[in-house]
């Protein structure tokens, strides 16, 4: 897959996501939430390499929209999932 090298690649393996379908099908703010969760080191970064890598470019190339559109995909699951206080 572009954009996705090994280290990335482990991560998603451990979280069940063994291919692209895979990784399409869960959608990249679920797929690095879940890498999250696991204990994985999740960056914006890495973020758009999974995004990139479903819309099969470079993630360099994802447009300002695109980012901004994952990256709050990924903030509502992170402030979903935190505790009530």
Request: hydrophobic share 40%.
């Amino acid at each position: 897959m572009i954009n996705i090298g090994e280290v990335i690649q482990w991560e998603l393996e451990q979280v069940g996501i063994m291919n692209l379908e895979d990784l399409k099908k869960t959608g990249s703010a679920r797929a690095l939430f879940m890498i999250h969760n696991n204990g994985g080191n999740g960056c914006l970064s890495m973020l758009y390499a999974l995004e990139g890598a479903i819309k099969e470019i470079r993630w360099h190339d994802l447009t300002r929209e695109e980012k901004d559109k994952v990256k709050n995909e990924y903030e509502e699951l992170l402030k979903d999932s935190a505790p009530n206080m």
